[in-house]
């Protein structure tokens, strides 16, 4: 597990310093709330979420951690060292974990800003075209192939982006931040108990009757679980 980072953006820096002392003097819960607090009073950096993971980690809070790594990820998708502790994380979890399908994966490699910033450069390009085409007829027919071609990547990458959001916002991963957690037959505390998942699995988010939310780990089976019991990522 990797030392704490620094933090390159504009933040309260006197704190941040703070957090990443508690942190090098083994006080890694506290660090980890140092952290926090931060990031609920408007820091928002990959720097600070990779340190509170780590912190979290190293206070035996694997959840905690696997949940704080994956909202880091969205911030920076292709960090090696974050991919890395967050892998390292995952080996740590007992019992059924969700593991996205390789389509899933591709689709995280990258952000939405950075999924939207794809889409818009080919259907810019293809308004040049078109209007280069209406101010110059003679050469309209020759430039009819590129605004196909920049049409239907457009069309393309546009479903991507939509694929992508659509799968965060309508099944969202959730991870377990208690030791064990039942999940039930139905969302109910006297429902009997179908399984039981531990602290550190990623479940998918199916249904949500508040405070339950109905997981599945596998994608065969699910249940109810107490939203007390999962870490959910942040609306976007």
């Known amino acids: 597990m990797s030392m704490a980072r620094a933090d ?19 006080q890694f819960l506290e660090a980890a709330q140092a952290y926090a607090e931060l990031w609920n009073q408007g820091t928002r950096s990959a720097a600070l979420l990779y340190n509170q993971g780590n912190a979290w980690f190293k206070a035996g809070q694997i959840g905690r951690a696997v949940a704080t790594y994956r909202q880091a990820l969205d911030l920076t998708p292709r960090d090696p060292e974050l991919r890395a502790n967050l892998q390292f994380a995952r080996q740590q979890v007992q019992g059924a974990s969700w ?21 818009l450069l080919p259907f810019w390009a293809t308004l040049l075209l078109l209007t280069l085409g ?38 969202p991963i959730g991870v377990v931040i208690v030791g064990n ?44 679980l107490h939203e007390t019991q999962i870490s959910l990522p942040p609306r976007t």
């Open 8 to 26: 390159t953006t504009p933040a309260p820096a006197a704190a941040f310093e703070a957090a990443n002392r508690l942190y090098e003097q083994g």
């Open 181 to 224: 957690a039942p999940v039930r037959n139905g969302p109910f505390e006297e429902s009997p108990v179908l399984f039981t998942v531990y602290d550190g699995a990623e479940l998918r988010i199916l249904e949500r009757k508040t405070p339950w939310l109905r997981v599945t780990a596998d994608g065969v089976r699910s249940g109810w």
């Open 134 to 171: 209406q101010l110059r007829p003679a050469i309209r027919s020759r430039l009819r192939p590129w605004i196909w071609a920049g049409t239907l990547s457009t069309a393309v990458l546009a479903s991507l982006l939509a694929v992508t959001w659509y799968g965060r916002q309508t099944r």
């Open 99 to 119: 593991r996205p399908a390789w389509y899933e994966t591709t689709l995280q490699s990258l952000t939405l800003n950075e999924w939207t910033l794809l889409t």
